[in-house]
């Protein structure tokens, strides 16, 4: 299973990036996340780990293999006969300066990963669009009391 969302926010790519990595506060402009609690201190980094809980959805541990700073971190949580991948892409927009490219990615890979995917992928489909929503709001907010 593969979804993603990509959008335009109307902010600088610094400004999205540190709201991505700030992961612990993404309740606050999302409605698909109920808490996230990193298990480390310190920037995000590779091998960092965070326990995320959703509604609907099993509280799940992730843990961060890929980190470019300032545009990318891609995150990876197990569970039996399932890996799912989240990815987190910010990139400057033909826009201009003030203008940022997201791209939000999850998949879903592994024997179970078909059956669960019958069940989840329409949640996972409104989770993606509600952290767009909640992402461009929040980062245009902040843009606007600058």
């Known amino acids: 299973m593969h979804d993603e969302v990509e959008f ?10 540190n709201l991505l990595v700030d992961v612990e506060r993404w309740p606050e402009w999302s409605e698909s996340m109920t808490s996230v609690r990193r298990l480390g201190t310190g920037p995000l980094a590779v091998g960092e780990r965070a326990v995320v809980k959703q509604p609907k ?5 992730w843990e961060v ?3 470019a700073e300032g545009s990318s971190f891609v995150w990876v949580s197990r569970s039996p006969g399932i890996t799912t991948t989240g990815g987190h892409y910010v990139t400057p927009s033909v826009g201009g300066a003030q203008t940022a490219t997201v791209r939000l990615t999850i998949d879903q890979n592994g024997p179970g990963a078909k059956v ?31």
């Open 8 to 17: 335009e926010v109307a902010a600088p790519v610094e400004q999205v990036w």
């Open 65 to 67: 293999t890929e980190l």
């Open 116 to 146: 669960v995917g019958l069940f989840t992928n329409s949640l996972t489909r409104r989770y993606l669009q509600l952290e767009r929503r909640g992402l461009t709001a929040r980062a245009e907010s902040t843009t606007a009391q600058s």
């Open 57 to 61: 959805f099993p509280e799940m541990t």
